[in-house]
T-cell receptor, first 114, second 121 residues
Framework: AQSVSQHNHHVILSEAASLELGCNYS??????LFWYVQYPGQHLQLLLK??????LVKGIKGFEAEFIKSKFSFNLRKPSVQWSDTAEYFCAVTYSGNTGKLIFGQGTTLQVKP | GAVVSQHPSRVICKSGTSVKIECRSL??????MFWYRQFPKQSLMLMAT?????????EQGVEKDKFLINHASLTLSTLTVTSAHPEDSSFYIC?????????????????FGEGSRLTVL
């Protein structure tokens, strides 16, 4: 079955710490990968996406993610987090042929302490 | 970026009543909209895919007669929770795919509404 798994459910970091959130997807052919963020009380926003090309993708707010095809992974990274990065982060994938249907991971709650 | 608006953002209703939630793409046309349900501290679960001018495609386990979806125009999809019960209380989120964006077919970027929190008493 097509699925997405996020390894970390709740991450607590201090400001300036580095961040890496894991995301793995099940095999299903060609994929497009996304990271979304949901700040408290706000709607989902796209952080970054991978369709093709350079597997290292840079997104907004200093986030980046690396697509490693052999590992079916698309981990999200940020070298130095800020208190304002406190939010819920969702990895999502679309598989070719499924009409653009997004399949979400369980989400990771990131809490950054000032 | 493109804007998707949901209304109402919050609704409280009595058990047994029906509630309609609207999802509008404000500055783009969306032939496809998706409805998700988010339980507290959980991920978004796709309920159905709404296609303009045709019947919605429901995910396994989602009751079609319970969650009525209508996509009558290129900018509006509605979700009606019929005969709502407390277990239907949840956060419902819609998203719309912008087909006028320069992305490959089937992978158009999705834009999300603010969500609608339904509480059934």
């Amino acid at each position: 079955a097509q699925s997405v798994s996020q390894h970390n459910h709740h991450v607590i970091l201090s400001e300036a710490a580095s961040l890496e959130l894991g995301c793995n997807y099940s095999y299903g052919g060609t994929v497009n990968l996304f990271w979304y963020v949901q700040y408290p009380g706000q709607h989902l926003q796209l952080l970054l996406k991978y369709f093709s090309g350079d597997p290292l993708v840079k997104g907004i707010k200093g986030f980046e993610a690396e697509f490693i095809k052999s590992k079916f992974s698309f981990n999200l990274r940020k070298p130095s987090v800020q208190w304002s990065d406190t939010a819920e982060y969702f990895c999502a994938v679309t598989y070719s042929g499924n009409t653009g249907k997004l399949i979400f991971g369980q989400g990771t709650t990131l809490q950054v302490k000032p | 970026g493109a804007v998707v608006s949901q209304h109402p953002s919050r609704v409280i209703c009595k058990s047994g009543t029906s509630v309609k939630i609207e999802c509008r793409s404000l500055d783009f046309q969306a032939t496809t909209m998706f409805w998700y349900r988010q339980f507290p501290k959980q991920s978004l679960m796709l309920m159905a895919t709404s296609n303009e001018g045709s019947k919605a495609t429901y995910e396994q386990g989602v009751e079609k007669d319970k969650f009525l979806i209508n996509h009558a125009s290129l900018t509006l999809s509605t979700l009606t929770v019929t005969s709502a019960h407390p277990e239907d209380s949840s956060f419902y989120i819609c998203s719309a795919r912008a087909l006028d964006r320069p992305y490959p077919t089937g992978t158009g970027e999705l834009f999300f509404g603010e969500g609608s929190r339904l509480t059934v008493l």
